[in-house]
C-alpha cells in the first residue's frame, strides 16, 4: 500500500465522485440527505408520536437521536458498500497487480468521509437551533468515530472477501445490519430496556459508541477508562483480523469472478 499511495488517492476521489456522478448538486448530496433525513425523523417521532424520555430532555429528541444516528450510518455504509469493493473492480482485479485491498480502503474511507461531513451540517444545524450541547467535546466525537472507521473496515475486509465466494453475503449481511441497528440504542435510551437486556449492550461495539457520543456532548464529561483502551485495542485486532483474511482470500479472487 505504501507503494500504490498515489493510485489509493485516484481510487478515493473516484469512489467520491462516482457517488454523485450526474447529479445536479454533486457532493452537496452529502449535506443534503443528512439534512432531510433529520428533519423526517423530527416530523415523525418528536411531532407525530411524541416520543419523551428523561435522557433527552435538555436536546430533545431530535437532538438525542442526531448524536448517536450518524456513527451509525456512516458505519453500516461503509461495510454495505464494501461488500461489492471486489466484484465491482473486477475488470482491474482480473488485469492488473495492484493489491486488492486498495479497493476496500478507498470504498470505505470514501464513504465514511462523506456521512462525516453529514455529521457535521447536523450538528451545525443543532447549533443553530441553539441545543445546549458540549462543543468542545468534539475531539472525544473524532475518536470514538475513528473506532467506528476501524471497526467498518476490518468488517468490510471480510464480508468483500466472503461476498467472492459466496453470493449469500450480499443479501445477509444487511439483514444483519438492520438487527444490529435495533439492538443498538439509537432510536430509544438504554433506560427503556428490561433490566436483563442491558448487560448484553456491553457487547455491542456501536452501543457503546453511541452511548459515549452522547455522554459526552449531553452531559460534557469524559474521563479514559480501562474500558476505552480495549474497545481502542478490540478496533484494532478487528482491523487486523479482517486484513489478515482479505489478504489469505485475495490470490484466489480470480479464480472465482
Wanted: glycine residues 6%.
Amino acid at each position: 500500500m505504501r507503494q500504490n499511495w498515489s493510485l489509493f488517492v485516484i481510487f478515493l476521489r473516484r469512489e467520491f465522485t462516482g457517488q454523485y456522478m450526474g447529479s445536479v448538486t454533486s457532493i452537496g448530496w452529502a449535506l443534503i440527505a443528512p439534512l432531510a433525513l433529520l428533519a423526517i425523523y423530527g416530523f415523525v417521532f418528536e411531532e407525530i408520536f411524541k416520543v419523551r424520555f428523561p435522557e433527552a430532555d435538555a436536546v430533545g429528541f431530535l437532538g438525542y437521536l442526531a448524536l448517536g444516528m450518524w456513527p451509525w450510518i456512516a458505519f453500516s455504509e461503509s461495510v454495505s458498500r464494501a461488500i461489492k469493493a471486489v466484484k465491482g473492480n473486477v475488470a482491474l482485479v482480473n488485469k492488473t497487480a495492484l493489491p486488492h485491498e486498495i479497493y476496500i480502503y478507498s470504498t470505505v474511507l470514501a464513504t465514511f468521509l462523506t456521512h462525516l461531513a453529514g455529521y457535521a451540517a447536523v450538528l451545525l444545524v443543532l447549533a443553530l437551533m441553539g441545543k445546549p450541547l458540549f462543543w468542545f467535546m468534539l475531539p472525544v466525537v473524532l475518536y470514538y468515530m475513528l473506532l467506528v472507521l476501524l471497526l467498518a473496515v476490518g468488517l468490510g475486509m471480510i464480508v468483500a472477501a466472503l461476498d467472492v465466494f459466496l453470493n449469500d453475503v450480499e443479501h445477509g449481511v444487511p439483514l444483519f445490519l438492520t438487527m444490529w441497528f435495533f439492538a443498538t440504542p439509537i432510536l430509544y435510551s438504554p433506560s427503556l430496556l428490561p433490566a436483563g437486556f442491558v448487560p448484553y449492550l456491553n457487547w455491542n461495539p456501536m452501543a457503546y459508541v453511541v452511548i459515549n457520543i452522547r455522554h459526552a456532548m449531553l452531559e460534557g464529561q469524559w474521563t479514559p477508562t480501562w474500558i476505552d483502551a480495549v474497545a481502542l485495542l478490540a478496533s484494532v485486532a478487528v482491523l487486523i483480523v479482517g486484513r489478515w483474511f482479505f489478504n489469505r482470500c485475495s490470490p484466489r479472487f480470480e479464480d472465482f469472478l
